[in-house]
């Protein structure tokens, strides 16, 4: 009996050994594109199999709560309600993948739709910190206070959404997600902005890292709160100010290294991003990215959005 034991665990060794190329951060690119996910196995090759991920339909990090690897196919599922133009439906996501020439190659379905394939990337190692060693460049006025000069839409075919009045940056939510059209990697970024009762937008970074804009006054610090990194990082204090006054950031990113000001108070100091959150549109990490606005959950007007690079 024991021999027969042995040999089992022998046999199956070599499969646990593979499973662990499993492990590590992942970028992904959904074929769909317009948006990016992020995927971190740990344990793979060991009883103690784990999993995060950001991506489709929810915006969080969540635990993954069904995950497997067999037979060299890693398969990890979530059931949530997922909405479909303007129906809402709960039903199981179900994402499959395989390695491939050191990358994820996979498929995601629910609900009997056409299959959704993607592909995931190693994250990127990014070593620069914000050690002090950083100067200013020339500062760049990414809104004139006149018109949209400088923004795309993220969305392709749909009317911009977003208009200048009387020298203010405002949305008609819903409306696509706003880019700079410039990319930028390492900088300090000075934002005014306003939101009314039970607003809900976000800025990205690189168009990557999701700083929340949320109508919380006086409420309890989450994942969700204004001026954390979304589902990532929290606030150390809540210092939002009521709603329809206007409110500051200020955040310096370097590499992953991100520290936010709000309203003259640091929130977040010099903290590490560990990885893409729901706003993330390109997975391309270890590439400068634009600032990017969020327009489809509420109202928020913006005066000045000022970014200085960081350079050596």
């Given at each position: ?73 890693l ?25 491939v ?31 002090g ?30 208009l ?57 610090v ?8 979304y ?12 709603a ?40 391309s ?10 327009g ?10 000022t ?6």
């Amino acid at each position: 009996m024991r021999i027969a034991l042995l040999l089992a665990l022998l046999s199956a060794s070599p499969a646990f050994s593979a499973d662990d190329q499993f492990n590590g951060r992942w970028d992904i690119q959904p074929a769909t594109r317009g948006r990016a996910w992020w995927l971190e196995i740990t344990g793979a090759g060991t009883p103690a199999l784990r999993g995060k991920f950001v991506g489709a339909p929810g915006g969080q990090m969540d635990d993954i709560p069904e995950l497997s690897i067999q037979n060299g196919e890693l398969r990890f599922v979530f059931e949530r309600e997922w909405r479909f133009g303007e129906k809402r439906q709960r039903m199981r996501g179900v994402w499959t993948a395989r390695l491939v020439d050191g990358k994820l190659k996979g498929q995601f379905n629910a609900g009997g739709r056409p299959p959704v394939e993607w592909t995931g990337v190693r994250a990127p190692v990014i070593t620069e910190k914000d050690d002090g060693s950083w100067r200013e460049g020339k500062p760049v006025e990414l809104f004139n206070g006149k018109d949209l000069s400088g923004w795309v839409s993220l969305t392709p075919g749909r009317e911009t959404g977003w208009l200048v009045k009387d020298g203010l940056l405002t949305n008609q939510a819903p409306a696509p997600n706003l880019a700079s059209e410039q990319k930028f990697w390492n900088f300090k970024l000075h934002v005014e902005y306003r939101v009314e009762a039970r607003s809900n937008s976000g800025m990205g970074l690189r168009g990557r890292y999701e700083v929340q804009i949320l109508e919380d006054h006086g409420r309890p610090v989450t994942s969700h709160s204004n001026g954390g990194l979304y589902s990532r990082i929290l606030p150390a204090v809540n210092a939002s100010k009521p709603a329809g006054e206007w409110q500051t950031f200020d955040i310096r990113l370097v590499g992953r290294m991100v520290t936010v000001a709000l309203n003259g108070t640091k929130i977040i100091d010099n903290r590490e991003i560990e990885g893409l959150t729901a706003v993330a549109t390109d997975p391309s990490e270890a590439e400068p990215g634009p600032i990017t606005l969020q327009g489809d959950h509420g109202v928020v007007e913006f005066r000045k959005i000022t970014l200085t690079p960081l350079l050596r």
